[in-house]
């Protein structure tokens, strides 16, 4: 990779980093040569010119010059995502108009307004990171309101992400988590779904690398480890493959290629296996040259050599070329078992699909042009708008909302007269019905599935056939909510349940109208206002709304005081406090913990209940209201969400040895069973290294057994001795830790 590089250019004089500067704009030059038209070159020219003196006094936080960043940005436009001329000026100019003197009439005199409009786009979503949740929310809407006006806007945004993230070493601590969560959260599911595959893998791993050095690590070394081995496997199940496809007359290409660390690491944590029992660390891919009126057959027919080598398992089969995914994937995936009993999927795919595969939406674009097919973006695109008007604009949801319904794999259903409709991957019934009519979404009271009565909350899969049942006495509740996960949905849901808030805060507010008549004061908005202020509303419709739903007591309004035609309020009710976290953990001793940043007093904080730290995890403190700081582990399942939605919040922290304070954490046995193994368990622990057990189960069952231990320990070391020390008694499969309370 690029890094080895990078710490070189440190040392460099201005002269040398001038012909480097010189040598990289070179090199994009080069890539652009086939996509140049007359009078381009010399706009690139003018690009890079402009860009070059707007940054030449900044540095980059690694020390070198500003104007590598645009550069390598451009780069990665052309070379990986397959932009062009347009976008590569875009690229060079994408950071003067928000940090330079250069403004956008500067662009649009010198370049016109096609590309001052892609560079406001992009000035507008570049402070993505330090806002807070409401201009978050604000800010991914923005970066979406762009996507749909031009697409580009969001690619050159995605490429200036994967570059900011290959760069990241160079950044804080607190930044690189801030940054590596916000790009798993959004960038690269928003790369996936734009098709980017291989940027979508990369930000992935690199965040990874970020979040969960160790994980990371180990995988990395073992993968390196296993790689001479795997290599012969791999040769030994293409041999007779490749020498059939020789006989078949095809043009083609056949490799082995690993997965992405993070693809593994999220199969160990699903499947609760380890590295060793991953099964596909890699995939075969096989990419044919076949004419555009061949690709279907010939797929099919490379499928049917396969098996008649190998046997398939039925159900892994995975036919995208009838049906290709939203984000224009198409292939032919299997799953077939090789030599020694392993299973390895087997990827087939024409040249044109591989593009599609590796370059997404600008390869979709070129390929579609004739081809008859009606854009799947521009479908998705129309979806997205749609979204996007419906939205309540304070909504804090909205990130969430958004990435289920449009940025999760989708699945095909069909209305019952065979029409295809898709949906996200975990849509229900209820979706379905909302997405056919609003009107038939709120009433529907169930549905049949393939001929079959379901409820409504019925998770629908891929080739359903839906038919929805409806009732006009039928009306949205608020559990609703949960029920559904298309934004169509929820949006509906929601406007139907405040339509019917306000039809019973009108009681409400009639009673409280005649209460203040009985005890002789004005209905207006100075009383209202008291009201409001007294029990903490947020508006008069919610005072009226819990008056008439009685969780507020008209009675209670004795206690007020009456002046003239006023009320004036007891004192302050006590409310209970309202809290963020769940704080269960047993310990809230504040001493083993240093807070860096401004000051290093200790703090009071509590131990996220979620992933119970223990001190030596990679942490960060999470500032939570009225409660200090909530301390959780970077690779707890909340933390990225935590970290993308409320990166202001987060406070870096580091632990301290402190041998006196022990925490309770957990480990997961596995083994065969045999007599004595509990007692040899428990001798280890509380006998040999006198650490306090808290519970323990264990059960056996055909002659493996399964234990859960709750335990007190001081740090992460004496958790991984102990680990370590277990691993090695007579007879254990495997010892892992475990984090949630009911784990
Ligand atoms: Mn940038």
């Given at each position: 990779?690029a890094?080895?590089?990078?710490i070189a ?6 002269d040398?980093e ?8 070179r090199s ?5 040569k086939p ?10 020219r003018?690009?890079f ?44 100019l994408?950071d003067t ?8 009439e500067?662009?649009e ?11 406001d786009g992009?000035t507008k979503i570049s ?7 409401t ?6 809407k ?8 031009d ?17 990241l070493d160079?950044?804080k ?11 798993v ?9 734009m ?6 893998t990369e ?9 969960e050095p160790?994980a ?25 493959i ?20 993070h693809?593994?690491w ?14 596909d ?14 690709e279907?057959?010939?797929c099919w ?10 046997n ?6 995975r ?5 290709p995914?939203a984000?224009?994937?198409e ?8 030599p ?9 795919r024409?040249?044109r699909?591989n ?18 097919e009606?854009?799947?973006f ?10 996007l008007?419906?939205q ?32 996200p991957?975990?849509?229900t019934?209820?979706?379905?019905a909302?997405s056919?009519?609003?009107?038939v ?14 409820p ?31 934004a169509?949905?929820k ?28 005890m002789?004061v ?5 009383n ?13 419709l ?16 004795k206690?007020?005081?009456v ?32 807070i ?6 200790r703090?009071v ?24 700081l909530t ?14 939605n ?27 069973d ?6 040899k ?6 006998g ?6 808290s ?6 069952k ?12 001081h ?26 309370e009911?784990?």
């Open positions: 990779m890094e080895p590089v990078e250019k440190y040392n460099l004089t201005e040398q001038k012909k480097e500067i010189l040598r990289q704009y994009l030059l080069r890539a652009l996509k140049l038209k007359p009078g381009d070159k010399e706009l690139v003018t690009a010119e402009i860009a070059a003196d707007a940054h030449k006094t900044m540095r980059r936080k690694s020390g070198e010059p500003y104007i590598t960043h645009p550069l390598a940005v451009a780069m990665i436009c052309v070379e990986e995502i397959g932009l062009g001329v347009r976008s590569s000026i875009c690229a060079l994408h108009v928000e940090d330079t003197d250069v403004t956008l500067d662009v005199r010198e370049f016109g307004s096609e590309i001052a409009r892609i560079i992009l402070n993505v990171v330090d806002a807070n949740t201009q978050q929310a604000e800010n991914f923005k970066i979406l309101l762009t996507l749909t006006d697409p580009r806007v969001i690619l050159i945004k995605l490429a200036d992400r994967l570059h900011n993230m290959r760069t160079s950044m601590t607190e930044k690189q988590l801030k940054i590596s969560s916000e790009t959260y959004v960038y690269a599911p928003l790369a996936h779904r098709g980017l595959y291989n940027i979508k930000m992935e791993d690199l965040a990874m690398k970020y979040l160790e990371y690590r180990e995988i990395a070394q073992k993968l390196a480890e296993t790689k001479r081995e795997r290599t012969r496997f791999i040769n030994e199940f293409i041999r007779p490749k020498d059939k496809l020789e006989q078949g007359n095809f043009n083609f290409e056949i490799y082995g290629r690993p997965k992405s660390i693809s593994i999220n199969k160990m944590k699903k499947k609760g296996v380890s590295f060793e029992e991953v099964y660390l890699f995939a075969i891919r096989i990419i044919l040259d076949s004419p555009p009126e061949k279907k057959e010939d027919k490379v499928y049917s050599m396969i098996t008649d080598e190998y398939p398992s039925p159900e892994r089969l036919d995208w070329l009838s049906n995914k984000n224009g994937y292939a032919l995936h299997t799953t077939v078992m090789g020694q009993g392993k299973w390895v999927e087997v990827q087939i024409t040249k699909m593009e599609i595969a590796e370059k997404g939406l600008a390869a979709h674009w070129k390929y579609k042009e004739g081809s008859g009606e854009g799947r521009e479908q998705w695109f129309q979806q997205i708008r749609e979204a008007n419906n309540d604009s304070n909504s804090l949801d909205f990130l969430q909302d958004f990435k289920t319904s449009f940025l999760t794999e989708e699945i095909y259903v069909y209305t019952p007269r065979g029409d295809v409709k898709m949906l991957t975990g849509a019934a209820l979706d379905f909302f056919v009519h609003s009107m979404g709120s009433k529907c009271i169930g549905a049949k599935v393939n001929h079959k009565l379901v409504i909350g019925h998770k629908l899969r891929s080739g359903d056939q839906i038919e929805i049942i409806t009732s006009a006495k039928q009306k949205p509740t608020e559990d609703w909510l949960n029920l559904v996960v298309t169509k949905a949006t509906k849901i929601k406007d139907a349940l405040k339509e019917e808030k306000r039809k019973i805060a009108d009681e409400g507010k009639y009673l409280l109208q005649r209460k203040l008549e009985q002789g004005a209905f207006n908005q100075h209202i206002d008291e009201l409001v202020t007294h029990y903490k509303l947020p508006s008069p919610e005072l009226y709304y819990k008056i008439a739903i009685k969780t507020i007591d008209l009675k209670d309004l206690d007020f005081q002046m003239g035609d006023r009320i004036v309020p007891p004192k302050p009710v006590k409310l209970e406090p309202k809290e963020e976290e769940t704080l269960k953990s047993g310990n809230k001793k504040d001493a083993e913990l240093i860096f940043g401004e000051s290093s007093d703090i904080y509590n131990l996220a209940a979620c992933c119970k730290p223990i001190p030596g995890d990679d942490v960060f403190g999470f500032v939570t209201t009225g409660k200090g301390i959780h582990r970077t690779n707890c399942p909340n933390a990225a969400k935590l970290l993308a409320y990166g202001h919040r987060v406070v870096k922290t580091k632990w301290v040895k402190n041998k006196e304070i022990s925490f309770l954490t957990g480990i997961k046995i596995k083994g065969l045999d007599v004595g193994v509990v007692s368990i428990t001798n280890l622990i509380s040999e290294l006198r650490i306090n057990i519970a323990l189960t264990i059960e056996a055909e002659g493996v057994f399964e234990g859960n231990i709750k335990l007190f320990v740090d992460k070391d004496e958790l991984e001795n102990l680990v370590t020390r277990i691993k090695n008694l007579p007879g254990i499969e495997s010892v892992d830790r475990y984090d949630t009911n784990g």
